[in-house]
């Protein structure tokens, strides 16, 4: 019992919690999002209930991943065509159908706002309405569980550590996430680029599940955008969006 509770397992502990906050990041602007389209009394129960069944289900699927890990590694399908082939497992179809519904989220509400569509989801069925916002940010958060999960599991092999970072990193969540709302509510016009941000987080996933899966199209291997040109595309768009409103401002001075 006193070889779990060592110095290096408190060491990895930090160090894989502030993996989970860095690795969390596109998810926690998921979150954020998805949770607007609940009515405005619910959101911070959507993001909390939501958040917590997540952080249940993760340490539910990091002790599972830990005994089958070679069932999500073992191929599940492949083909070859004179353009394309690729051979896919299970954690490249996970990752692959993440990143269309994340996509899918961002260009559907990205249409909205361009035709000056107002939201109605919440209708005679609101509680089924807000039971889908919660299955959503449950589904999406193992979706983008699977690299942190995976990388804890290359660090250490030792569970209690790894389910700890996994709590901080929901409880930090949960705080933070309702920070980001509060700033979309106050910053409407923000809502447009964590939209472009979600899109290419999309992006991100499609070029990661194609990794996974070794798709190759027209002879040219899928390689994955790395967390270091997402964060780099992300201060880009915003460092944009900071001077086009500086720029639309002393237009309007004139």
């Known amino acids: 019992m006193e070889g779990l509770f060592t110095l290096d397992n408190f060491i990895t502990l930090a160090m894989l919690t502030l993996l989970q906050a860095v690795l969390g990041l596109d998810n926690l602007l998921y979150i954020s999002l998805e949770s607007k389209r609940a009515p405005e009394a619910d959101q911070k129960r959507v993001r909390t209930l939501g958040i917590g069944l997540a952080i249940v289900l993760r340490i539910i699927l990091l002790f599972v991943l830990i005994r089958v890990i070679a069932y999500f590694q073992d191929p599940l399908f ?5 353009f394309a082939e690729g051979h896919f497992n299970l954690h490249s179809v996970i ?8 996509m899918y989220t961002a260009v559907k509400e990205i ?5 000056l569509e107002k939201d109605d989801e919440i209708t005679d069925g609101k509680v089924k309405s807000i039971n889908m916002i919660i299955t959503s940010i449950v589904v999406m ?7 942190s999960i995976l990388s804890a599991m290359a ?5 209690w550590v790894m389910a700890t970072a996994i709590i901080i990193g929901g409880v930090l969540m949960i ?3 309702g920070k980001v709302s509060e700033f979309l509510k106050k910053n409407r016009m923000y809502e447009v680029l964590g939209l472009f941000i979600l899109f290419i987080v999309g992006i991100m996933l499609l070029s990661e599940g194609g ?3 070794h798709l190759k199209l027209f002879g040219n291997e899928i390689t994955p955008m790395s967390k270091a040109t997402f964060y780099f595309v992300i201060v880009v768009l915003v460092v944009i ?3 086009q409103s500086k720029y639309q401002k002393n237009l309007s001075k004139r």
Request: glycine share 8%; net charge negative.
């Open 211 to 213: 990794h996974l899966a």
């Open 141 to 147: 958060n193992l979706v983008f569980s699977f690299d």
């Open 155 to 159: 660090l250490t092999d030792v569970f």
């Open 111 to 115: 249409w909205h706002m361009l035709h």
């Open 78 to 82: 492949g083909f070859e065509f004179s």
């Open 95 to 102: 990752v692959l159908l993440g990143g269309v519904f994340i």
């Open 175 to 177: 705080y933070l996430s």
């Open 241 to 243: 969006d900071v001077v």
